[in-house]
Each structure stands twice: as structure tokens, then as C-alpha cells.
């Protein structure tokens, strides 16, 4: 399975768009990108996942690198419910979750 | 539509003692998977199941057991609890589609063992 490489900790301030960076350096030629969040307290949800393009849904974007080598899930204005930790995980089938991101939205 | 319910909620069990965790998903997924989160970590892979009848070890296996005797449910057994088994276990579901998958998570199981 792919290693990821993400930033511990971001801050946002409320509104503004957020932009969320993972390096995976290692992802094999069939492996997705996925991006899941937790939320305090909760278990982990789905947010998004794309191949090779980008793609966009209702909660968020993601921009993934020519080369697949990286990629970064945007949300477009981030509000209190977004704080969480972001996961960025290539997989096929299993899920194998680093440490992930902190995300932190100022009021 | 349920989701994936797991019970109980919270649990305290004392070393040496052994439980199921419950883990029951109502979505007819083909693969089910435990996790468990330590204080600020992120979750760790302990077994899955790819169908009923079929289940292999992940990434923290030792301790554990499982079984797949239905589609619907995969427990998880405790054999001898060791306070290195604090943690809050979560069980996913997921479906695959065109070699992707999504995976739904329940709210987990908080337990310390004392």
C-alpha cells in the first residue's frame, strides 16, 4: 500500500477556501485516491475519491497531480462543521489510514 | 437503513477477560474491516472480510479474532484482554465499484481494559 505524507496540522479562518495536501508518492497504477474526515467523537466519513481526473462533489473538490504522485482536496469555504482530521488514502479495496491532517476553522 | 451499528457503545473489561464486539451492517456489502484509534492516532487495520467466510489479518492482528459467518455480521473477539487493548474500535462496511470503494463506518466501541 501507497505511503502518504500529509501536514499535521491546518489552520482555516471560517468562509475562506482551504486547501488540503497529501504526497503519495508511492501509489501503484490502479489505486484510487481516497479522502475521508472524522470529526470529533465520530467515526471516519467518505468525502471524496477520483482516479486520475479531478473531481468535484456537493462536500468538496479534488485536484489530483499528472503524475498521481500528489493530490489536494479543496473546500471551497470552510465552515465549523469542516473541523475534523482529513485522511488521504490510495488504496484499492482496504483502507490503511496514516495520521491525517488536524484542520482547525477560526470563527 | 441502519448503516453500521456496532454494540455496545462502551465497554470496561478487567485483564484476562474476554468479549465480542458486535458489528452488524444492513447495506448487503461484501467487505467488512475493525479498526482501532489510539489516543491521536489515526486507525489501524486489526482484520476484514472480503465475503461470508473469508477474513484475513490486517495490520495489528494479535489478540484478536474474527469470523464471517453472514453477510451482516462481523464480530470481533477479544480473547484475553490486555490493557494494551484500550482503544475505540471502529467496524466499516464498504461495496466495491469498478475497482473503487466506499466505505461506511459505525461510531464505534470505546473500551478499557483495566
Not at chain 2, 455496545?8 to 447495506?27: E, I, N, W, Y
Request: with cysteine; hydrophobic share 30%.
Amino acid at each position: 500500500d501507497a505511503k502518504t505524507t500529509q501536514p499535521n496540522s491546518m489552520e482555516s479562518n471560517e468562509e475562506e477556501p482551504v486547501h488540503l495536501p497529501c504526497n503519495h508518492s508511492t501509489i501503484s497504477g490502479t489505486d484510487y485516491i481516497h479522502w475521508y474526515r472524522q470529526l470529533p467523537s465520530q467515526g471516519p466519513e467518505y468525502v471524496i475519491h477520483g482516479l486520475t481526473s479531478n473531481v468535484n462533489n456537493r462536500m468538496a473538490s479534488l485536484a489530483i497531480a499528472e503524475d498521481r504522485k500528489s493530490s489536494t482536496l479543496i473546500l471551497h469555504r470552510a465552515t465549523l462543521r469542516d473541523a475534523a482530521v482529513y485522511y488521504c488514502i490510495p488504496t484499492g479495496n482496504q483502507f490503511y489510514f496514516g495520521t491525517g491532517t488536524s484542520l482547525t476553522v477560526i470563527p | 437503513n441502519a448503516g453500521v451499528t456496532q454494540t455496545p457503545k462502551f465497554q470496561v473489561l478487567k485483564t484476562g477477560q474476554s468479549m465480542t464486539l458486535q458489528c452488524a451492517q444492513d447495506m448487503n456489502h461484501e467487505y467488512m474491516s475493525w479498526y482501532r484509534q489510539d489516543p491521536g492516532m489515526g486507525l489501524r487495520l486489526i482484520h476484514y472480510s472480503v465475503g461470508a467466510g473469508i477474513t484475513d489479518q490486517g495490520e495489528v492482528p494479535n489478540g484478536y479474532n474474527v469470523s464471517r459467518s453472514t453477510t451482516e455480521d462481523f464480530p470481533l473477539r477479544l480473547l484475553s484482554a490486555a490493557p494494551s487493548q484500550t482503544s475505540v474500535y471502529f467496524c466499516a462496511s464498504s461495496y466495491q465499484d469498478r475497482g473503487t470503494t466506499e466505505a461506511f463506518f459505525g461510531q464505534g466501541t470505546r473500551l478499557t481494559v483495566v
